[in-house]
Structure formats: structure tokens, C-alpha cells
């Protein structure tokens, strides 16, 4: 069980353009969704934290009004990249977060999309 | 801010050898610590997730300890395989947060 999938897992857009990047629980309902990004031989970056019902809350840096997050349902986010330019090039990855039981805050990740602008 | 480190950052052994990797971290108030590893291009696995209460997690060939007051874990890996080569990365967690990962460790085990 708690399995995270995303959609879709390579997306190739031009500047200036919008892409939107689901993140879905396939067998449980979480409570939170997490969203991260990795630049080339970097490590993850928490971008934002959303609860369902509630506006996402924002990492310091991060444009919220770039990276819009929509987290309307306890089985799906999605991620928005406004206007995307090249240095928005990156790997996103969502995690999922449920409580119950011993699984307490323990996160899910999904497999992450692969987003290039040119 | 929590700050998490890894040492080293790159690891090459031959195949059999037991290897240790180091992960610290600066605040102590953590709810649990994980690691994962990451193979090119791929997303997060999943190996070991320990509760601040626990001290250490064992699966298979792996086991991970953690000592939260000085602020260190460390992954055990016993009888390195090539399939073990990938990128393995300790992050911690702080009640509701998202988690702080360090760097990575990049692991080369050569046949």
C-alpha cells in the first residue's frame, strides 16, 4: 500500500507556456502533500506544503504565483508552473503524507516528473 | 534551520565490503529521520524509516542507527552488492513539516 504516482513523468514545453503536474494517492487519503524539486546533482528542495481544502503554504523563495499548488481533494494536488522559463527546468517531485496508526507523518513519494523548458 | 549532512559524498569500494554512510544533523527536534536512495534519473526508494524514539531500524543487508541528541544516523550497509550503487540520501522530519534531506552520498560498488 501507499502508493504515489504522478502525471506525467517527462513534459518538454516552451517558455512561457503553463504546465500542470498531478500528484495522486492511489490507496489512502492524504492529508498532506508535499512538493519538492531537484536540480541537476542537487538534493530535494521543499517547494511547498499543501493541505486539502487550505492554501498551500510556500518555502521562502518560492514564487507562489509561479508555482501554483491545488490541493483539492485528499487523493490529488496538482502543481502549476506559470509562464515556465528555462531555469524552471528541473525534476518535481510530490510526497504524500497520512496518519493512521504507526504511519504517522511518515511521507510517500511519487516518481517524480521531469520537466524541461526551452 | 535544520541543516542535514552527508559524508562522504562519494564512496567507491569493491563488491563484499561492508560500508558505513554518515548523515548529521544541526537541530535535534525531530520526529524521524529516513533514508532513501535514488537511482539516475529515477525518484526516492524508500529503505529505512526510524522514529525519533527508536534507535535503530534493521532490513535485509541495511540497518540504520540514530543517535538524536548529538544529532547523527548512520546506514549500514553489509555485503555491498553492484545493485547497490545509486545515490542515497538521509532526511529528517519535524512534526507536520516537509523533510530536510542532505546532499547525498553517491555509491559506486565495483564488481
Known amino acids: 500500500g501507499a502508493v504515489v504516482s504522478q502525471h506525467p513523468s517527462r513534459v518538454i514545453c516552451k517558455s512561457g507556456t503553463s504546465v500542470k503536474i498531478e500528484c495522486r494517492s492511489l490507496d489512502f487519503q492524504a492529508t498532506t502533500m508535499f512538493w519538492y524539486r531537484q536540480f541537476p546533482k542537487q538534493s530535494l528542495m521543499l517547494m511547498a506544503t499543501?493541505?486539502?481544502?487550505?492554501?498551500?503554504?510556500?518555502e521562502q523563495g518560492v514564487e507562489k504565483d509561479k508555482f501554483l499548488i491545488n490541493h483539492a481533494s485528499l487523493t490529488l494536488s496538482t502543481l502549476t508552473v506559470t509562464s515556465a522559463h528555462p531555469e524552471d527546468s528541473s525534476f518535481y517531485i510530490c510526497s504524500a503524507s497520512r496518519t493512521s496508526g504507526t504511519f504517522i507523518y511518515e511521507q510517500y513519494f511519487g516518481p517524480g516528473t521531469r520537466l524541461t523548458v526551452t | 534551520k535544520q541543516e542535514v549532512t552527508q559524508i562522504p559524498a562519494a564512496l567507491s569500494v569493491p563488491e563484499g565490503e561492508n560500508l558505513v554512510l554518515n548523515c548529521s544533523f544541526t537541530?535535534?527536534?525531530?520526529?524521524?529521520l529516513q533514508w532513501f536512495r535514488q537511482d539516475p534519473g529515477k525518484g526516492l526508494t524508500s529503505l529505512l524509516l526510524i522514529q525519533s524514539s527508536q534507535r535503530e531500524q534493521t532490513s535485509g543487508r541495511l540497518n540504520a542507527s540514530l543517535d538524536k541528541s548529538s544529532g547523527r544516523s548512520t546506514l549500514y550497509i553489509a555485503a555491498s552488492q553492484p545493485g547497490d550503487s545509486a545515490t542515497y540520501l538521509c532526511a529528517v522530519k519535524g512534526g507536520a513539516d516537509g523533510l530536510t534531506f542532505g546532499k547525498g552520498t553517491h555509491l559506486i560498488i565495483q564488481p
Open positions: 537541530d535535534s527536534a525531530i520526529y524521524n
Open positions: 499543501s493541505n486539502e481544502g487550505s492554501k498551500a503554504t510556500y
